[in-house]
T-cell receptor
Framework: DAKTTQPNSMESNEEEPVHLPCNHS???????IHWYRQLPSQGPEYVIH???SNVNNRMASLAIAEDRKSSTLILHRATLRDAAVYYCILRGYGGATNKLIFGTGTLLAVQP | DTAVSQTPKYLVTQMGNDKSIKCEQN?????MYWYKQDSKKFLKIMFS???????INETVPNRFSPKSPDKAHLNLHINSLELGDSAVYFCASSQVHGGINNEQFFGPGTRLTVL
């Protein structure tokens, strides 16, 4: 499975945008980029995913580089509730590849 | 309404004991999973079941035996507990196994402490 690299930690101020980077230089053509986050003392929750085009949903936006070797999760206005570990995960399409392989993620701290 | 629930939330037991953790999902999903998160917060898949059939077994010791009585339930039984089994165990489910838009929904976790 292709690997992702994320910063160990980042800090943001409340109400400001946050850009969480992820490098995946060995991504294959059929790998989707998924983001999950884990709030303190909770299970992970799905945030967003994409293949080539940028994606938006109610939680965040995902910007994918043209060569797909990197991506950025964008939280438009961070709140205290967004403090969590954010995982960038590559997932192949179909069959037995539905397992999520979690890395160490980025611990996001949000300051009031 | 809790989508994926686990019981118990906390489990403290002695080495050598046998224990079970239960998981139920009310989402109508076909696929369920068990993950283990160790003390360093590293989260790793253990098993995946699709419609009561084992799909993924990630070289977990055979002291761990998942059981799926129906597709809404996936229980985890652990025999002869060891200190290294102390971790948080998460159950998850997804609508189907594989496919593109196949978000996994996680339960709140069960913190197992082996003394």
């Amino acid at each position: 499975d292709a690997k992702t690299t994320q910063p160990n930690s980042m800090e943001s101020n409340e109400e400001e945008p946050v850009h969480l980077p992820c490098n995946h230089s060995t991504i294959s053509g059929t790998d989707y980029i998924h983001w999950y986050r884990q709030l303190p003392s909770q299970g992970p929750e799905y945030v967003i995913h994409g293949l080539t085009s940028n994606v938006n949903n109610r939680m965040a936006s995902l910007a994918i580089a043209e060569d797909r070797k990197s991506s950025t999760l964008i939280l438009h206005r961070a709140t205290l509730r967004d403090a969590a570990v954010y995982y960038c995960i590559l997932r192949g399409y179909g069959g037995a590849t539905n397992k999520l392989i979690f890395g160490t993620g980025t611990l996001l701290a949000v300051q009031p | 309404d809790t989508a994926v629930s686990q019981t118990p939330k906390y489990l403290v037991t002695q080495m050598g004991n046998d224990k079970s953790i239960k998981c139920e999902q009310n989402l109508g999903h076909d696929t369920m999973y068990w993950y283990k998160q160790d003390s360093k917060k590293f989260l790793k898949i253990m098993f995946s079941y699709n419609n009561k059939e084992l799909i993924i077994n990630e070289t977990v010791p055979n002291r761990f035996s998942p059981k799926s009585p129906d597709k809404a339930h996936l229980n985890l039984h652990i025999n002869s507990l060891e200190l290294g089994d102390s971790a948080v165990y998460f159950c998850a489910s997804s609508q189907v196994h594989g496919g593109i838009n196949n978000e996994q929904f996680f339960g709140p976790g069960t913190r197992l402490t082996v003394l």
